[in-house]
């Protein structure tokens, strides 16, 4: 009898964890929807937090996006081994360059603009320490 009351208070339990999931997914995803149209704000990253969210919480939503015709394809690559494609890495690239020259042009040289453009560069360095090819 009390292992029937544990179960029922876990599964009890997975209810709130599945729906802070599911919302994590859905915010990420709006938040990497609306980093397409603002430079500073990178998409890539949103949706792989909202793809690894969705896995874990909707199995709906999770098919969804690695059926998406842009995002999809990203979405299975990064889950073969962490890969991410020459063409990407040069579009992220220049994305987070562009945003640098933004925030040096509106900012100035200040702690905030220099702790954005450090975390930039750190970011481009580990991006092309990727693999570009799935493993064989």
Known sequence: MRRHH???????????????????AV?????G???????VLPTVPFVLLAAWAAA???????????????????IREWRQGGVVRRPAKWAASLAMSASALIILATVGLRWPAALSIGTMACVGAWLWRRPEHPPA
């Open 27 to 31: 915010l990420s995803l709006a938040v």
């Open 56 to 74: 874990r919480s909707s199995p709906r939503l999770s098919a969804w996006l690695e059926g998406h015709p842009r995002f999809g394809r990203y």
């Open 6 to 24: 544990l179960a029922r208070a876990t599964a009890a339990a997975a209810v709130p964890v599945r729906w802070a999931l599911v919302l994590l």
């Open 33 to 39: 929807i609306v980093g397409i149209f603002v430079p």
